[in-house]
C-alpha cells in the first residue's frame, strides 16, 4: 500500500459503493479524474475485486471514445482508487434538447462507434447511461465519450458475476439482463443506447415505472411507446421548442418502427452492429421528412480566449497559461506557486480551467483560504470573472494580488 499520488479539488459524484473526485496530478500538472470505493468495502472484497479488475483490464486497453483508466491502487487507509483521464465535458442532455435529431445521430455514431470496437474486442459494458457519457469539445466539433465501464463484462475473462445477480440501471436495462445479467451479450448495449436515444428525442423515457417490478414488467412485456418528437422552430443552427406548455410533435412513423426493432425484446430481432442502428436511424429521419443536415456543431461553451493568470504575492510575480494545466500554490517544491510558509499545506490552492472557465478552489488547506475576501469552501470551487478582472486571495496570512490579464 502507499498513498494515493494524486490530490483532491473537488467531488463529481457518489455512487452506491465509492465516490469520484477532480484531483491534481501536481507532478505532471494536469487534471485527473480518480474513483475511490468506500473505506467499508474491504480490499479483499467482491466489490474491490471487480474495482481492481476493471482497473488492470482498462489500464492496458485502449479504447477509442472510451476514458482511459491510467493508474490504481490501494491507498495507505485501505481504500482502493483508480484514476483516469480528465474529460473537460458536458453530459448529453445538457446539449441536445428534444426534436434535434442530427445531435442524437451523432452521439449514436460516436458512442456506437465505441461501442462496436468494446464488443470486437470482447468487452460488455452493461450499464450504458446518459450519466455514463460525456460530450467533449474537438476542433470539428463535440463528440462523445463513455466515462465508466464499472460493471463491464469481459466475455474473454470470467466472469466477475455470479448467475442470476442483477447489475445495471433499470431504466436502461434490456429485457435479458432483467433475467439474468451474466449471460448478456452486445445487444444489450444495443437497447440501452436505443433507450437513450429515445429519451434525447422525446424528452421523456420509454418506460418510467416508479419500482424495480414495475420496470422489469414494462421492458419485459409491454410494447414500446410511440416517439412524440416535438417540432422544433427556427434555423438549424438555433433551434428552440415553442412556448412551455405541450409542444406540437412531429408525425415519425419510420422512426417508430426503427425504435420498435432497436428495442425488440429479444436479443436477436435487434440491430446486429451500432454502425448498422445508426445507419437506420438517418434512413428512418430521412423517410420521415424530419432529417436536417448540419455542417458541425455549436461549440459546447464559450472559450477564456486566452486565460493567462498572474500571481503577484512573496513569491513575486509570475504568469500562467491554464490551458497548459492548473495552477497550485503551496509550500511542496512541485508546486507552480511557490510559498515558504509552514503555516499552508503543501498543496493549499488552485486555479484551474473547466467548461472554458477559471476556477478557484481550495484544495482541503489546512489553514484555509479566502478569495475576494470570502473564506473558500474545501472541494467547493468559485468562479472567476473574465479577463482584466483582479482579486485578492488570502491563504492564512498570506496575501496575493490574482488577475486574469487581458488580450
Keep these: 500500500m502507499g498513498a494515493c499520488p494524486y490530490r483532491r479539488m473537488r467531488p463529481l459524484g457518489e455512487g452506491a459503493v465509492g465516490d469520484v473526485h477532480l484531483c491534481v496530478d501536481l507532478a505532471r500538472r494536469r487534471l485527473v479524474v480518480v474513483k475511490w470505493l468506500r473505506a467499508e468495502v474491504h480490499e479483499d472484497s467482491e466489490a474491490a475485486r471487480r474495482f481492481n479488475r476493471e482497473a488492470e483490464l482498462m489500464a492496458r486497453a485502449h479504447f477509442d471514445g472510451v476514458i482511459q483508466v491510467e493508474d490504481y491502487g490501494v491507498d495507505d487507509y485501505g481504500r482502493t482508487w483508480m484514476a483516469m483521464e480528465f474529460v473537460d465535458g458536458m453530459p448529453p442532455n445538457a446539449v441536445i434538447q428534444p426534436g434535434d435529431l442530427w445531435s442524437v445521430h451523432r452521439l449514436l455514431q460516436g458512442v456506437g462507434r465505441s461501442l462496436d470496437e468494446l464488443h470486437g474486442l470482447g468487452v460488455v459494458h452493461r450499464d450504458l447511461k446518459p450519466d455514463n457519457v460525456l460530450l467533449r469539445e474537438r476542433p470539428h466539433g463535440w463528440e462523445p465519450v463513455i466515462i465508466d465501464l464499472g460493471i463491464a463484462k469481459w ?26 445479467t451474466k449471460h448478456v451479450g452486445p445487444a444489450t448495449d444495443r437497447y440501452a443506447l436505443a433507450v437513450i436515444a429515445f429519451e434525447l428525442l422525446s424528452g421523456r423515457l420509454p418506460y418510467d415505472g416508479r419500482n424495480l417490478p414495475t420496470l422489469l414488467k414494462q421492458h419485459m412485456e409491454d410494447p414500446i411507446p410511440p416517439l412524440a418528437v416535438p417540432r422544433r422552430h ?7 421548442l415553442q412556448g412551455s406548455g405541450p409542444q406540437p410533435v412531429m408525425p415519425t412513423p419510420q422512426l417508430d418502427a426503427f425504435m420498435q426493432k432497436a428495442m425488440a425484446k429479444e436479443p436477436m430481432n435487434r440491430f446486429g452492429s451500432s454502425h448498422e442502428m445508426c445507419s437506420a436511424f438517418m434512413q428512418a429521419a430521412e423517410r420521415d421528412g424530419v432529417w436536417e443536415s448540419r455542417p458541425r456543431p455549436t461549440p459546447l461553451y464559450e472559450m477564456q480566449p486566452r486565460p493567462i493568470i498572474q500571481l503577484e504575492g512573496p513569491s513575486g510575480l509570475a504568469r500562467f497559461d491554464l490551458r497548459q494545466g492548473p495552477v497550485i500554490l503551496g509550500r511542496h517544491e512541485r508546486c507552480q506557486y511557490v510559498l515558504a510558509s509552514p503555516r499552508l499545506s503543501r498543496m493549499h490552492c488552485g486555479f484551474y480551467l473547466h467548461r472554458g472557465r477559471v476556477w478557484v478552489g481550495d484544495m482541503h488547506s489546512q489553514n484555509g483560504s479566502q478569495f475576494e475576501g470570502r473564506q473558500l469552501t474545501a472541494g467547493v470551487p468559485n468562479a472567476v470573472p473574465g479577463e482584466g478582472y483582479s482579486a485578492p486571495l488570502r491563504l492564512y496570512d498570506i496575501d496575493i494580488k490574482v488577475t486574469l490579464l487581458p488580450e
Design 155 to 180: 466475455l474473454s475473462e470470467e466472469a466477475a458475476t455470479a448467475t442470476g445477480s442483477v447489475f445495471g440501471t433499470p431504466h436502461y436495462m434490456s429485457p435479458e439482463q432483467f433475467r439474468d
Design 234 to 240: 427556427g434555423s438549424q443552427h438555433s433551434m428552440t
